[in-house]
């Protein structure tokens, strides 16, 4: 079955960066985009943009542009985002998720990755 | 950008009871509507994808309807395992405010 692994929680300080990574199984890698999205303590969910697997293209959310990095690794069929300059207003769960084939709502999320940034 | 609202923010119901969200985008999005249901501490889960089609495994008392700019997410007797958090989704990406959904 279709799985989305995560990295675990990171604990950064202000002005670091943080790379999650969201291992993939159970399908094509190359076939699918893969999206990701935050969610601080108690807020809604952020959608933060995606990479494609074949080609390594990507879309980042204007909120993010300039600090937010997608890549992958076909080898190892992972994806990383790397996000740069944290402040408190960062620390939230990072998620991964995937596309259903049958439509571009998200059939399958990663557990989650909690980032904290505390100084 | 597509802006959506969604209401209420919150709501609580008694169990059987039926329960109507509401989701209203900015502008003509087709059907290119998700609704997804998050429990607290979990991962969101997809309920319901392009407005009305009920992903597999999801009991049939969840339903979504609407097209355009209008549409609504639809529990037809409230259980006590469907407390959690109600976000829609546009094709943009963009995920509404969320409802949360008590028991009364």
């Known amino acids: 079955q279709v799985q989305l692994v995560q990295s675990g929680a990171e604990v950064k300080k202000p002005g670091a960066s943080v790379k999650v990574s969201c291992k993939a199984s159970g399908y094509t890698f190359s076939n699918y985009a893969m999206h990701w999205v935050r969610q601080a303590p108690g807020q809604r969910l952020e959608w933060m943009g995606w990479?494609?697997?074949?080609?390594?293209?990507?879309k980042t959310s204007q909120k993010f542009q300039g600090r937010v990095t997608f890549t992958r690794d076909t080898s190892a069929s992972t994806v990383y985002m790397e996000m740069r300059s944290l402040g408190s207003e960062d620390t939230a769960v990072y998620y991964c998720a995937r596309v259903g084939g049958y439509t571009y709502g998200f059939s399958t999320w990663g557990q989650g990755t909690l980032v904290t940034v505390s100084s | 950008d597509i802006q959506m609202t969604q209401s209420p923010s919150s709501l609580s119901a008694s169990v059987g009871d039926r329960v109507t969200i509401t989701c209203q985008a900015s502008?003509?999005?087709?059907?290119?509507l998700h609704w997804y249901q998050q429990k607290p501490g979990k991962v969101p889960k997809l309920l319901i994808y392009?407005?009305?089609n009920l992903e597999t495994g999801v009991p049939s008392r969840f339903s979504g309807s609407g097209s355009g700019t209008d549409f609504t997410f639809t529990i037809s007797s409230l259980q006590p395992e469907d407390i959690a958090t109600y976000y829609c989704q546009q094709y943009d990406n963009v995920f509404g405010p969320g409802t949360k959904v008590e028991i009364k």
């Open positions: 502008q003509d999005i087709n059907n290119y």
């Open positions: 990479i494609k697997a074949d080609n390594g293209n990507t």
């Open positions: 392009d407005a009305s």
